[in-house]
């Protein structure tokens, strides 16, 4: 097990710390510091070389509410992204 901070896992990435603490990599606090796994790195970079395949989904798919139906329904169709999940319920803005 090879372990890196936050600097390093930044180089090796090539984007800065703030973008890596944003990134939904396993982290260890290690004697009260930040660490990230090798292996975990690796796991994401392929995972994103895959298309994402493997990675959480981080938007939700909905269909605007009808008439009849006041919720909105799950669909494949319409994709809506938002970082909050709050705005991640279809329909026109």
Known sequence: ???????ETAEMLKISPRTV?????LRAYVGGQLRYDLS?????VMSRKQGGQNRTPSCL?????TKGNSSPQPTSGHIVQHRSPLFAIGGKR
């Open 61 to 65: 798919a909905v269909k605007p509410a």
């Open 1 to 7: 097990m090879t372990l890196l901070t936050l600097i």
């Open 21 to 25: 603490r944003r990134l939904p990599i």
């Open 40 to 44: 975990d790195l690796e796991a994401y």
